[in-house]
């Protein structure tokens, strides 16, 4: 359903599960005035296991102000089932960076899908180690800034990556060819997310698309996950795969295997954009 | 998530869209000792619309019967919101019988997903107008019964089939080849599904393989819906296409489409026996 | 397999099924020096068929020049067998025009596969009945055109857009809201690509995506065909679905439905510039 | 196109990619009377790669006898261009043996499309180690032979499944969860093939289902390949996928994904029993 930005809030909850989590929640909103318009819920156990959820409501008759809401959500109903909440207003648009290398496709996608209006976010800057992508952002009045990276100055690269980052709620690698150190990634709990070009954990590493063409795969895939400092090994988000053949040589493979990237990446941006997605453990919860 | 079958309860709701639903119907539920396990829901419109409402609900604790249960949300929630619903308990499997002519692939999908325990029914019988699958279904210890249709004993034949329903829940045409009168469907409204070899609307009446050979499409479909007096007309409730090319001919799309009405109806058939589907109007809401 | 632009010939025929039509073509070719580097053939029927063919073969120690190649085959294969046959070279670049009207989703996708060698053509012009997308395009360096059309200037608009036309080897309407006349197509035979926004034959004229949501289909889709006189009726090249659900409303299939009109008439107009479709009658072979 | 089993002879071919292969090779079958109604080809590399041909021919109007034209086409093409080929004949029926544990879902979708002419071969027998499916397979009116499997009786087992297995063209393991020596293996060159429960390379070895699970993936899949000493690394001949999410279990996983193997194994089986693929290295071409 299309429901009016402006006046949407998203609750997303974590807790152990138990009886009459939905009922507090749903009588506290409606006791302040929220309009429930969306609702999904997750146990990982009939008994015994964590619970999640996600309520998307309307806040035109909120009787509370967001923080005081908020203080008061915290009180009656989330130390009582010892939840771990989040509360987010569709209104407050996230502010997203995007890191990328050469390959246009992945970047070229999400600046699209957002110039119309297809995710929700403010695109604040592109930042690459290269200088190839700059007219095609610019195109897109989004500001373009290049670090370069080499073997000597890495850890002053990341620094100076890590200032123009901040302020964002959330980063891309829209196929970025440097791996981010621990220190860096730790500082975006969550909140990088990354294309691998395979059906992970299929072809970690380099050269996905060589290593499908060498294995004899008849599918390819992509995976969109949250960035941890174990590589490529993070909470998976989406994956998609497409049909290849025997007569599909590398460089088709990753003709097609692009257009499987932009797609998966995508979705996995809007959906965290829509507080759609929980992480749990090195998994996650997509209330898509 | 699996949960006991034995302690399951399914509550379905269609009513007007007003705020305070979810927590009325949870609040209730709660005070009544039942742990809500699943909850989906849908509205038609973000005002004025339509509402619709699944849980399913663990029932050991509960403090009432059933009988008693039923009366008092009647009472305390059903009233007030001016709610359709309907209470079902998946101990209480639903009886199925299946009406088929020669075709034995739908037939023996869901004979053998039924065997295996992946449809929660009673198979009561299979109702054929040929002699050609009795073996076939006896071999399952379900009773085959032949009632011979011709252009003289039209009515006749009807009454017939109709007497060995009786008693039934649910109807599936696994490719059954007449077409039964008005008022037959009349007495079973949302309780007949039938098997398209289409994706309707396209191809509608007969031979839609043949149809969609001549037409050259390069996708062929099938389309589980409910019965209505309306040829092919009725709520979609599954459907999926495969891919196919100039080379297959007519016999090879009737393969090719054997495969996906096997799987499309099999999945419409488990969730309208798990509760999962709601009829609206012309359309079908799907928790699925 | 990826092979050199430069040197790649085509030659695709259409002739009645007979014996040794596969020796005579292939031995003609190996005879004057081609190497035949794929090879693709179909026949309707075992006996008294339509027999066709797509052969890809390599140039450089052809013994004959271009003129003189096909002279020679024309008498030495072509007229043998009543070939209807064509020759290409890759390297000849069609040239190829877009009408679009305000939508620019499936323009953008052509623009952008085309600026990254995606689609081997050279895309002359954007002719348009709305200024709206000129920035768009001509960001592409592309030259963008206007040619108003209102109910009275309906034929003088056909004319000039015919006039801007010309030269061009294939015309796209990438979602161009205007019904061309009758005489208008009849000039450019099955050398017009149309996307249409539904799984054609269903949801034929005006509005599919209503169309769609008003029926509860559970799968929306797209259609690229060749465009006839008869409105979304001429021989269908590729198609394309994605699966919907109750939740989505008309907005949301339209969203969905734009990314696979994209990616359906990008593969169509790809292959028709490889040369790989072939009409028959209403409908296509397509040697994807 | 369906073409009559009778009449229908097929020529797979590896050789050094040279020009003039398919002029000799239908020059060849032309001059002796056959009819070419199927033709494939593959080439490894533009330049000095290896190729791959596929012909179905029909036979009617043969000029020679089976073992003259073997005779005579190996002498006159094969040693000319370094050929191993194999002619096979569909009207000489494969026999085929399953080896199967416990698990029937891809022994009986196997035994189902055999029963209706979906598998062209003759299914001779199955060998299990447990007494399980015994009525199931008799049901089909096939031998079922029982080879328990011990620690200690290892060697005995094997020698004792490979006797049942002498005179067969196949083996098939639809879920055999032994691991079978290399010496076995080594006697049935590319003639066993193997249904994996996952995507492959992912979740080589035991429980694929929790692995799937444990990881988080949005996507479990299927794999059919040839069995070669190296557990779970032979060629791969088919996979395909199905979508899952946070909700389904290890226990969904394993029912949606049964769904999936049936149909991967049973696409495998008939592609091998109509000569349609060919091991190149640890990679398969199929002509499909």
Redesign the interface.
């Known amino acids: 359903?299309?429901?009016?930005v402006n006046t949407t809030a998203r609750l997303l909850i974590t807790c152990p599960d138990k009886?009459?989590i939905?009922?507090a929640v749903?009588?506290f909103?409606?006791?302040h005035g929220a309009?429930?318009?969306?609702?999904?819920?997750?146990?990982t156990?009939?008994e015994g296991g964590t619970y999640f959820m996600r309520l998307e409501f309307?806040t035109p008759?909120l009787d509370l102000s967001r923080q005081v809401l908020a203080q008061t959500f915290a009180d009656a109903v989330g130390k009582r089932y010892q939840m771990d909440w989040h509360l987010s207003y569709a209104s407050d648009r996230k502010k997203v960076a995007v890191l990328v290398s050469k390959y246009?496709?992945a970047l070229?996608e999400l600046l699209?899908r957002w110039s119309?209006g297809?995710l929700p976010c403010d695109i604040t800057a592109v930042i690459s180690n290269h200088e190839d992508l700059r007219e095609a952002v610019e195109?897109f009045k989004v500001p373009f800034h290049v670090v370069k990276v080499s073997k000597d100055n890495k850890v002053e690269a990341e620094a100076q990556v890590q200032a123009l980052l901040q302020g964002n709620d959330l980063v891309v690698l829209a196929r970025y060819m440097q791996i981010l150190s621990a220190d860096f990634v730790h500082q975006w709990p969550h909140k990088i997310i990354n294309i691998h070009h395979s059906?992970?954990?299929?072809?970690v590493g380099a050269n996905p698309y060589q290593q499908a063409y060498d294995?004899?795969?008849?599918?390819i895939?992509a995976t969109a996950h949250y960035v941890t400092a174990d590589l490529d090994q993070g909470?998976?988000?989406?994956?998609?795969?497409e049909r290849v053949?025997?007569?599909d040589?590398v460089?088709?493979l990753r003709?097609l295997g692009e257009?499987v990237e932009r797609?998966v990446l995508a979705r996995a941006v809007r959906w965290h954009l829509e507080d759609r997605v929980i992480v749990h453990g090195?998994?996650?919860?997509?209330f898509s």
Do not use: C
């Open positions: 359903m299309t429901t009016s009886s009459g939905v009922s749903s009588n909103l409606y006791n309009n429930i318009t969306a609702l999904d819920q997750h146990s156990a009939p309307q008759h246009d496709h070229l699209w119309r297809g195109g059906f992970l954990p299929a072809f294995k004899g795969v008849k599918l895939g909470p998976i988000i989406e994956q998609a795969v053949s025997h007569g040589d460089e088709t003709e257009d797609n090195n998994k996650t919860i997509v």
